[in-house]
């Protein structure tokens, strides 16, 4: 009778620790990753505490039959385990509050840290940019358009347009900057075959950091896009400082393999 007893309510405390364990590690992946923590791991955390509380109470409920040294046994082992789910829960919540104020900070820093940049539907209409319709190479016209446009001065303006380091890439289509600094981390800019600025939506990337002492890490970042979607950027952080060199890899719209551009950054002048 002890031991049915003793099983009651096991499973739905084993689904209770099961849940809460998914929702924290959901949560630590978050804030190892540098990411903001969303609902969705607090909502499992809260799941499994009010699911193992259900299972702790249906099996306190069986409890008053058994003898009074059994039951004050049980109770103790309960108060234990209450006291670790519970500590649990305190750590999930205090992730949750550190990864909104992380993201508070970091968002306004972002916001300091954005360059204004004016993307038109002319810009995104010409070669290279999202709205460009490619005319047939047998439509004569569509073929002295292009041969016109690409001939034009404005495509040959090979010049960085923020102080970073300026790309053209290999399918002649776009143009690239990217921009190292300590405070705002590394920002990716794109511009159509004219270089005019065009949004930054249709692009995938990531960096390789490797700094020039043997005593700091290399780093690796995914590239995100920033809130008005005009550039792609990430930052580097506090374990490497320059100088440094950073392998950029970008995803090109019309690439299934990205393609590889070296830029390297100085040491901070004094």
């Not at 999202?130 to 016109?148: C, F, K, M, N």
């Not at 939506?201 to 002492?213: A, D, E, K, M, Q």
């Not at 792609?232 to 950073?246: K, N, Q, V, Y």
Request: charge should be neutral; glycine fraction near 10%.
């Amino acid at each position: 009778m002890s031991a049915a007893m003793d099983r009651r309510g096991a499973k739905t405390r084993l689904i209770g620790v099961m849940i809460l364990f998914l929702g924290l590690l959901n949560a630590m992946l978050s804030w190892r990753g540098g990411f903001a923590l969303n609902t969705f791991p607090v909502v499992l955390i809260g799941a499994g505490l009010f699911i193992y509380t259900i299972g702790a109470i249906r099996r306190s409920a069986g409890q008053g039959s058994e003898p009074r040294s059994t039951a004050r046994r049980v109770s103790r082992e309960d108060s234990a385990r209450t006291t670790i789910i519970a500590l649990c829960g305190l750590l999930g919540a205090g992730l949750f509050g550190w990864s909104e104020g992380h993201a508070a900070e970091t968002s306004h820093q972002h916001a300091q840290c954005d360059i204004p940049v004016r993307v038109t539907d002319e810009a995104e209409g010409k070669l290279g940019g999202a709205l460009y319709v490619e005319r047939s190479s047998h439509d004569h016209a569509g073929a002295q358009y292009t041969s016109s446009k690409m001939k034009g001065a404005p495509h040959m303006v090979h010049k960085s347009q923020h102080g970073g380091a300026f790309f053209m890439a290999p399918n002649k289509l776009h143009h690239l900057e990217g921009l190292f600094s300590a405070e705002c981390g590394f920002r990716l800019f794109f511009y159509n075959a004219f270089t005019e600025p065009i949004a930054a939506g249709r692009f995938l990337g990531f960096i390789w950091v490797t700094p020039n002492s043997e005593n700091e890490p290399d780093v690796i970042r995914f590239l995100k896009i920033s809130k008005n979607g005009t550039t792609l950027w990430a930052t580097i952080g506090d374990e490497i400082t320059r100088p440094l060199d950073i392998q950029l890899y970008v995803a090109f719209p019309e690439s299934d393999e990205p393609q590889l551009f070296n830029i390297s950054v100085s040491a901070a002048k004094n």
